[in-house]
């Protein structure tokens, strides 16, 4: 699922409650950034395949992008079996290269590269699959779909190992790229996620590798072996332009790849092997390269948009800054007026790990679930907050221990339903705290005796529990 909705979303929340430090045209300029990044990305992905698709645990499609392809739209395709789209073939099995006959809605047939990738729960039960289809031969009316043999070999190789003079022809190319997409998805971590990739590019490759972030130059984002002495001398000169170099140092043929990324900083894919580099080689080199300088630069410019954020971009929550500054601000009131408020200290236990065990589509639903049940829990002019990945704030204004007390029995009495498939019921566990008026108590102080009211809950095996007094 895209995420631009809540960038948009972000973005208005910043217009609305700008930071004294930033200036509207700042926030607009980064935000732009972000999906410039990502559509860059995009656009080189539709480089390399025509079809990028996801399923669920029965083969029925989810996901497909984008939405038109071979002059027909894609969305009808929501909900129906992959079969739907090609039937000669299992998706829920590991694919890398699978040439799949299909027939087009001109009814004439097309041969695409399927590659695809399931995944799985603890329990290693497939709960989806990941692919990519690539268009290998357009048939014009009248013709038939036949794929010939190179004509300097009499046998034709497989699309996910065929070699060309210690080169890779076009189909294994594409092969490998939609390797590495499916790696970069799987991975959460940005570090994780380029080490997948690496390993994806390397091994069809026979090659040796580096990745290199010239903003921490002595500090490897990856590497599969101990780099030579002479590729390390000439990393560690001033970075040139961005580009491919190619040189031989003693039987290593290596090859540097640099992408510029903002900041002012540079990528390096570094490759070498003992056999020479084809140009098809250097091509898929590069747009790897490319590939993973987008990734980084998105992960970069993301981080900064949250330093600076108020809120929690997956949740649309108020984060533990901007919660902070609303008990702040409410407190004041508050005191004027002689009144009482509460914070409570929820958690949800096992949220997180609906994405691990469910696959990343249920984990963000849950959340959404999540978030509107205890929206509903308070008044809409309280606060609520996400502190943590399970961990949530909510701030009840003239809220006394009495009204708290009463609003937590009834919060924990049926738990958090989560209406998945299959669904699921999560418990919640809550930690209370009163501000009584004119309290000299911090924000930090109430999140401390919140979270320790909690933790004691825990240990007393009881949903919700009051915290003691302040010394």
């Not at 989810?62 to 998706?91: H, M």
């Not at 594409?174 to 380029?194: G, M």
Request: hydrophobic share 40%; net charge negative.
């Amino acid at each position: 699922m895209s995420p631009l909705p809540d960038l948009r979303s972000l973005f208005s929340q910043f217009m609305n409650n700008p930071s004294p430090d930033r200036t509207p045209q700042d926030l607009r300029n980064m935000l732009a950034s972000t999906l410039e990044s990502r559509e860059r990305w995009r656009s080189l992905l539709y480089q390399a395949v025509d079809l990028v698709f996801e399923t669920d645990s029965r083969g029925r499609i989810i996901l497909i992008s984008p939405e038109t392809w071979l002059g027909q739209p894609t969305t009808p395709l929501i909900g129906r079996p992959f079969s739907a789209l090609c039937d000669t073939v299992n998706v829920l099995q590991t694919h890398t290269g699978t040439p799949v006959q299909i027939t087009t809605p001109q009814d004439e047939p097309l041969t695409v590269i399927l590659s695809s990738c399931p995944f799985q729960d603890s329990e290693d039960r497939i709960t989806g699959t990941r692919g990519t289809l690539k268009a290998v031969s357009q048939m014009l009316p009248g013709t038939t779909a036949v794929i010939a043999p190179p004509a300097e070999s009499d046998s034709a190789p497989q699309p996910d190992t065929a070699h060309v003079t210690g080169g890779h022809s076009d189909t294994a190319g594409i092969t490998i790229l939609a390797a590495i997409t499916t790696a970069l998805r799987k991975a959460i971590v940005p570090r994780l996620a380029s080490a997948a990739a690496m390993d994806a590019l390397l091994a069809p490759l026979a090659a040796e590798g580096a990745l290199l972030d010239t903003a921490a130059a002595k500090t490897f984002l990856f590497t599969s072996s101990t780099l030579p002495a002479d590729i390390q001398s000439v990393l560690s000169t001033p970075a040139p332009q961005a580009g491919t170099e190619l040189f031989r140092t003693g039987s290593s043929h290596v090859m540097i790849c640099r992408e510029n990324i903002r900041s002012l900083r540079q990528l390096c894919l570094v490759v070498w092997r003992s056999e020479p580099w084809s140009a098809q080689d250097q091509q898929l080199c590069e747009t790897v390269c490319s590939l993973l300088a987008g990734f980084w630069e998105l992960d970069s410019i993301h981080r900064r948009i949250l330093t600076d954020s108020d809120y929690d971009i997956a949740s649309n929550l108020l984060n533990w800054n901007g919660l902070k500054s609303e008990i702040e601000r409410r407190s004041r009131r508050l005191d004027q007026e002689a009144m009482a408020a509460t914070l409570i200290i929820a958690r949800v236990p096992g949220l997180t790990e609906l994405s691990k065990t469910r696959g990343f589509e249920a984990g963000e639903e849950a959340l959404r679930q999540c978030v509107a049940l205890l929206r509903k829990a308070i008044r809409p002019t309280d606060a609520i907050g996400r502190i943590s990945n399970n961990t949530f704030g909510l701030w009840m204004d003239g809220g006394d221990r009495f009204a708290a007390a009463e609003r937590a029995e009834r919060m924990t009495a049926h738990g958090i339903p989560i209406l998945i498939d299959p669904p699921v019921h999560l418990p919640l566990q809550l930690g209370l705290v009163s501000r009584e008026a004119n309290a000299e108590e911090t924000p930090e102080s109430l999140l401390e005796r919140g979270m320790q009211a909690l933790q004691e809950g825990v240990a007393e095996n009881r949903k919700w529990r009051f915290s003691h007094e302040a010394p």
